[in-house]
């Protein structure tokens, strides 16, 4: 068996080989994928403009205007004296937020008592933008009026928060290895649920059904060839996302190593299923980008956390790989958690691996 098993790979090695085209673009394809994704996906703000509706300028006011837009976060895009309706505002500078002083501001700020009234307006039509600058406004203002009069705020509590694991905050930390799932997923079983339908496609299936070898063994044969190509595609992405991302692992290598190999079974596992229902090429890729990508990027939790979806939507993204790889891969990247603690995923991932392996040869063995 093992004999046949090899021979089959062999095969695969030799025609993966002379297929030179293919090769340079799974090769090339994470590459340009870790770049558009990695600097797109972001939610990271930067020089968000804001409007000032200064009625009276005054040095104070001038003072506040240029801390606000000396952050890396605002930009002061216009300071106008009077704004009657500013829902104009908004459509005519294209501003994320409005800052409407009161008339006496310096005064009011100088004389203390109830303080100076400001009105910070913030456009709601992106629900993520318009969360973090409602909670940054605020004690931002504070803290440059404190500046502006040389202030000191009463203590009433003394609060120390220190962020572990991406104390940056950077968005590029928590997607790019995500993004890792999202490749290998998709470049694995784009892989594997072209090697049954080229052969089809061919004419060269009969010959292998002709020879001694059981279903079982042709899939495996043809499983193993694109597991150290997946493999290299993964060290890849570890490469790219140290070079351009700056991304450490703080994890063990071998846990990763270990965990990527099994999420790259059922990767493959998943495409060699495709494989053994699609009769052409065409059809294997029309099936294996709305199977792996779609669910991945939306329903994974690469996104958006899956206690934000539906109930429904959490059952789905429960039989999708995507889901637990991407526990163990931010848990050994940015954390450092070691196989232990990520055992249960590793073995749901793996589980699922096996489960498509058996039903791809009984559907084969249904096509013979």
Do not use: C
């Amino acid at each position: 068996m093992y004999k046949r098993i090899s021979a089959i790979v062999i095969k695969e090695f030799h025609h993966i080989s002379r297929d030179w085209q293919t090769l340079i673009i799974v090769l090339i394809m994470p590459v340009i994928m870790m770049f558009l994704y990695g600097y797109a996906l972001t939610m990271d703000l930067r020089d968000v403009p804001v409007i000032i509706v200064d009625p009276s300028p005054s040095t104070e006011s001038q003072k506040l205007s240029s801390s606000i837009n000396a952050t890396e976060l605002f930009a002061v895009t216009g300071s106008i004296r009077s704004a009657d309706n500013p829902v104009e505002l908004f459509k005519r500078y294209h501003a994320k937020a409005i800052i409407r002083l009161s008339p006496d501001f310096a005064a009011d700020l100088r004389n203390g008592g109830s303080g100076a009234p400001v009105q910070v307006l913030i456009d709601g039509s992106d629900p993520n933008i318009g969360t973090i600058l409602k909670n940054t406004m605020e004690p931002l203002l504070m803290d440059i009026v404190m500046n502006i009069l040389d202030m000191q705020p009463p203590i009433v509590i003394n609060v120390q928060s220190h962020i572990l694991y991406n104390p940056q905050q950077k968005s590029a930390l928590y997607f790019v290895p995500g993004l890792m799932a999202v490749i290998l997923l998709m470049i694995s079983a784009i892989l594997t649920s072209l090697a049954l339908t080229r052969e089809k496609e061919l004419g060269t299936l009969e010959q292998l059904l002709v020879s001694p070898l059981v279903p079982g063994e042709i899939i495996i044969g043809k499983l193993i060839p694109y597991m150290f190509l997946s493999a290299l595609d993964g060290a890849l992405i570890l490469i790219v996302g140290k070079m351009a991302f700056g991304i450490e692992v703080a994890g063990d290598m071998i846990s990763l190593a270990t965990t990527s190999f099994v999420y790259i079974f059922t990767s493959l596992a998943m495409g060699l299923l495709i494989s053994t229902i699609a009769a052409t090429q065409q059809q294997a890729m029309m099936m294996v980008l709305p199977a792996t990508m779609l669910p991945t990027i939306i329903l994974s939790g690469f996104i958006f956390p899956l206690t934000s979806l539906p109930v429904f939507l959490q059952v789905i993204s429960s039989v999708i790989p995507a889901t637990y790889y991407l526990k163990i891969i931010r848990g050994i990247v940015l954390k450092g958690v070691g196989i232990s603690v990520l055992w249960q995923p590793a073995v749901i991932l793996l589980a699922m691996g096996l489960f498509l392996v058996t039903v791809s040869i009984k559907k084969f063995k249904v096509k013979i």
